[in-house]
Nanobody, 120 residues
Framework: VQLQASGGGLVQAGGSLRLSCVAS????????MGWFRQAPGKERAFVAG???????????HYADSVKGRFAISRDSTKNTVYLQMNSLKPEDTAVYYC???????????WGQGTQVTVSS
């Protein structure tokens, strides 16, 4: 499985960015997919993710720090997950990684990371 993340950049506080992560290698429609971030000097932390429910719908999960500002979505036909980030804050600055696997918070596969920098 390969993951390709994109969409990072430099934005002013209050601005928005949309990250994309395309997975290839196998169908991941029933796997969890999500986003993590790692700021300098800090551990990688969960940001948002989607998990597959028995009813066939995808459930969204968010870290408390991004609830109400970030929105995760997923296109299973394209093996792609998106992260819409609004009302960005300087503390959102980090390298953002997408991951996928059976466990939402412990991915088996990682993308290469995309830098998000929010200036004050």
């Amino acid at each position: 499985v390969q993951l390709q993340a994109s969409g990072g950049g430099l934005v002013q506080a209050g601005g928005s960015l949309r990250l994309s992560c395309v997975a290839s290698g196998r169908t991941l429609s029933r796997s969890a997919m999500g986003w993590f971030r790692q700021a300098p000097g800090k551990e990688r932390a969960f940001v948002a993710g989607t998990s597959y429910s028995n009813g066939g719908a995808y459930l969204a999960h968010y870290a408390d720090s991004v609830k109400g500002r970030f929105a995760i979505s997923r296109d299973s036909t394209k093996n792609t997950v998106y992260l819409q980030m609004n009302s960005l804050k300087p503390e959102d600055t980090a390298v953002y990684y997408c991951g996928t696997g059976d466990d939402l918070r412990r991915p088996d596969y990682w993308g290469q990371g995309t830098q998000v920098t929010v200036s004050s």
